[in-house]
C-alpha cells in the first residue's frame, strides 16, 4: 500500500469519524428539545419606560444589622419576611452544648396552602464555627455540616446541611440565590 493510498483510507476514517459524531450529537440535542415545553407567544406587556426597569432589576437588600451582614435578593422577592428559629447542637455523644439563631428568609409568595423554600442563614460566633469545622460541635444529623455563606468580625452566616430536601416549591430559585454569593459580613 502506498503513502497515497493510507492517506486516502486515514481521510475517510476521519470523515466518518465525523459524521458519526454529527449524528450522536444531533441524536442528544433533538431528543432534548422534545422535552422542552414551548410558552405561547404574547404582545399583551405593557409599555414600560427605561427607568421603571433599572429600577425593577436591582437587587433588593435585607440588611440585618444585629449580627452584621447584607442578604441580596432578586426583585420578585420584594415583600419578603424574616422570622428567626434556632438551631441547637452538642458533641458527639448527643449532649447539646450550644444554641444559635436561624435567620429565616421568606419568599413572598409563601402560604399555608402552598409554602415556598425559605432561606435559611445560620449564625454561628467564631468560636462555634471553628468547633464545627473540627466536628467538636455537631449541628446537623446529616454526614456532613452546613456550608459557609459569609462572615465578619464576630460571626459565620452559613447554609444548614439538607436545608432543601424537602424540595418545596421554589428551592431550585434559592439555590439559584445563593449560587450567587448574596451574603455579605460587615
Known amino acids: 500500500m502506498s503513502v497515497r493510498d493510507n492517506t486516502v483510507l486515514g481521510g475517510k476514517r476521519y470523515f466518518l469519524i465525523c459524521v458519526i459524531f454529527l449524528l ?3 441524536c442528544s440535542q433533538s431528543a432534548s428539545v422534545k422535552n422542552v415545553q414551548k410558552q405561547p ?25 444585629k449580627y452584621g451582614f447584607i442578604f441580596s435578593l432578586p426583585a420578585d422577592w420584594q415583600g419578603f419576611s424574616i422570622y428567626t428559629t434556632s438551631w441547637s447542637g452538642g458533641d458527639k455523644n448527643g449532649k447539646q452544648t450550644e444554641t444559635g439563631p436561624i435567620i429565616n428568609i421568606r419568599n413572598p409568595k409563601w402560604t399555608q396552602a402552598k409554602p415556598y423554600e425559605d432561606i435559611p442563614v445560620m ?3 467564631i ?7 473540627a466536628e467538636k460541635l455537631i449541628v446537623s444529623a446529616a454526614p456532613f455540616g452546613p456550608s459557609k455563606l459569609g462572615s465578619n468580625n464576630l460571626y459565620v452566616f452559613a447554609l444548614p446541611a439538607r ?8 428551592y431550585e430559585d434559592v439555590e439559584k440565590i445563593i449560587g450567587s454569593n448574596p451574603l455579605k459580613g460587615y
Open 24 to 26: 450522536a450529537t444531533g
Open 41 to 65: 407567544v404574547t404582545s399583551t406587556m405593557p409599555e414600560v419606560s427605561t427607568s421603571t426597569i433599572k429600577s425593577l432589576s436591582l437587587p433588593i437588600k435585607y440588611n440585618n444589622k
Open 123 to 125: 449564625v454561628f460566633t
Open 127 to 133: 468560636d462555634q464555627w471553628k468547633s464545627v469545622i
Open 163 to 170: 436545608y432543601n430536601y424537602d424540595f418545596s416549591t421554589g
